[in-house]
């Protein structure tokens, strides 16, 4: 074994002008390829999640990783930026999702650092349109997340709609039978002191304190009531109340537990229209996407170097075959 490593390193000496050779030709044509192939610029960002529920084990950052690796965010980058014409893609062809989905790939590297942030890489032959790219990336996450939230949001904004209208229209009926039963039975006072101090429910134009006013002004009206007290008729009008008091009383009971269910429910509607016409963001900025002056691909040293050290090795190694084909075929003559 240790003769055979001795031959061998006896013929690759006595071929070291050829291997030196083929070696300088092999990083001659890395050079030359370095200065064919189309140069290709990188633009890097860092980002954060900042807004996002969590909805399982995974963490905040994991979660924006599935966000941000969705076939979604392709698509929309694909519209927006013309992709398609970009990478030279023939949309009409079969195998176009494929095609984009590989050139994209190659392109866009999206990785989570130890950091618990996610790094954007693009590379792209125009350097402005590498750093348009990771905004891009970035809005259109935050579109995406925003989307799927706002959609939830809307469900639940239309659940206390439908909820708000059932109840009004409830309390509409209980306010136009205490509007009947004030005029009728003198019931203002009564009902005044039942009343919410914070109610103010829109009726017909006016507010049902309003109505309650007017009926005061009316039964005045009709008893001819003085300050120095209430005649007989008023007494009876009362007295038929207090008969009707009891209904009265558990009407109100009604009345005010719907009002605060709707009250509540009306607030829980707001703030989902609130968040729906808000546009919340879902990523922050640890770096901004730079605009890249020098090329990140292809490295000329890098490539004359694989080059050169490829050529050597190939060299060598068919030098070393070379002889053993030949040992080979003097022992079998």
Known sequence: MEKMNIDMLKLLFSKRKHIIIISIAGAVVAAIASLIVTPKYKSTAFIYPVNIEK?????????????????????????????????????????????????????????????????????????VMAQQLVYGVVDAVNNHIRNGLNSKTLEFVEMHKTYTASKKKRMDSLENIFISMSKEYAALDFFSQMMPKNANVQLNGGSLLQHLKQAEEATTKTYNILPGGKPAKLNDALAVLGKKGIIFSDLMEQY??????????????????????????????????????????????????????????????????????????EQLV
């Open 55 to 127: 909805y399982s084990m995974e963490s905040q950052t994991e979660q924006l990783m599935q966000f941000i690796t969705a076939a979604e965010i392709r698509e929309q980058l694909l519209e927006k930026f013309h992709l398609a014409k970009h990478y030279e893609l023939d949309s009409l062809d079969p195998h176009f999702a494929s095609y984009y989905t590989y050139s994209f790939e190659e392109n866009v590297k999206i990785s989570q650092t130890k950091y618990e942030s996610i790094q954007i890489e693009v590379l792209d032959k125009d350097p």
């Open 256 to 329: 005010k537990g719907d009002m605060a269910y709707f009250n509540e429910s009306r607030q829980e509607m707001d703030k989902g229209i609130r968040d729906i016409t808000k546009k919340f963001t879902y990523v922050t900025y640890a770096q901004e996407p730079n605009l890249p002056d020098t090329k990140a691909f292809p490295k000329r040293t890098i490539m004359v170097a694989v080059g050169g050290i490829s050529a050597f090795l190939f060299g060598c190694l068919f030098f070393i075959v070379m002889d053993r084909y030949k040992r080979i075929k």
